[in-house]
């Protein structure tokens, strides 16, 4: 199994060739990392103080943005540091934008720019519930926002002041993951999407794609065995460089690191190269029925 493609984007706004597009698209849909070692978000200097300084609410793991609103959550920041914080995540935003359409722009009118992140502590020593344990292997799903078959692609950039790498762990191929867990995987209550809706505990319907995405999370999560015996490789992202997934598809943990911006897309399936890697699909042909 090949785990990631390495694409030696230059810095800049320069057009990127037909052939390194269709070749980024295509690792990404194989379940690949998109690796840009040479490409980075600029942190100036005079963002210095939100990397010394405490700048977490009490409880957040992360600072998150909202590109759309410019609203900032998780943070306890005031006065100038809170408005470097501010600066810092909208530039990245706009950064994160203009890289994936400039890689990837097979996918640009399919594309809805969501939140913004922020992870300032260091990831190895944090002690948190096994559900929340990014430490442990997992595919991402959202519990609040379904997704109904469309794709979470996420752009990370390590910008560790001090060059410490992130390590990261990537498991087994979607299919493989799914395959051992999905027999396993009840259906959900009659009508209980439409509660979910009711009680505005989803702001749109749970599909029954949405309900297995986030028992695989889960289950996965869960799972000592899985965790310890999973084949799996170990990359290391060196400070300053760039890295994309469809983290819907990748089994991933983040292992060790601080000090990391990312960005979430939501990516139309239609906009693919290819759907039959998809997790929709590929859970469709396991299940053998429709499930959005
Ligand atoms: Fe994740």
Redesign the pocket.
């Known amino acids: 199994m090949k785990y990631i493609e390495v694409v030696d984007l230059p810095p800049g706004q320069s057009p990127v060739v037909a052939e390194t597009c269709y070749r980024s698209a295509e690792a990404l849909e194989a379940g690949q990392i998109l690796f840009l070692p040479r490409y980075a978000f600029s942190v100036p200097g005079s963002y210095q103080p939100l990397f010394s300084s405490p700048i977490l609410q009490r409880g957040s793991k992360s600072v998150s943005y909202s590109p759309s609103t410019r609203k900032l959550y998780g943070t306890a920041s005031k006065g100038q540091t809170l408005s470097s914080l501010e600066e810092m995540m909208g530039r990245f935003a706009n950064f994160a934008q203009k890289t994936v359409t400039r890689l990837l722009p097979i996918y640009r009118t399919g594309l809805v720019r969501a939140r913004t992140s922020f992870r300032p502590i260091e990831i190895e020593t944090r002690s948190v519930p096994w559900r929340k344990d990014?430490r442990r292997l997992?595919i991402?799903a959202f519990p609040s926002s379904p997704i109904q078959g469309n794709r979470i692609l996420r752009l990370f950039c390590n910008v560790n002041p001090a060059g410490q790498t992130h390590l990261w762990r990537i498991g087994e191929p979607f299919e493989q993951t799914a395959g051992r867990f999905l027999p396993s995987i009840k259906p959900p209550f009659p009508f209980s999407s439409v509660a979910l809706m009711l009680t505005s505990t989803t702001k749109s319907r749970r599909t029954f794609y949405d309900h297995i995405m986030l028992c695989l999370h889960d289950r996965m999560k869960r799972d000592q065995r899985y965790q310890e015996e999973a084949e799996r490789a170990e990359i290391e992202f060196p400070a300053s460089s760039t890295w994309l997934a469809f983290?819907d598809q990748v089994p991933?943990a983040a292992m060790r690191g601080q000090y990391q911006l990312e960005q979430t897309f939501l990516l139309d399936i239609n906009r693919l190269h290819d759907q039959s890697t998809a997790p929709l699909h590929v859970l469709e042909k396991l299940a053998g029925r429709k499930l959005v």
């Open positions: 990014d997992h991402d983290t991933h």
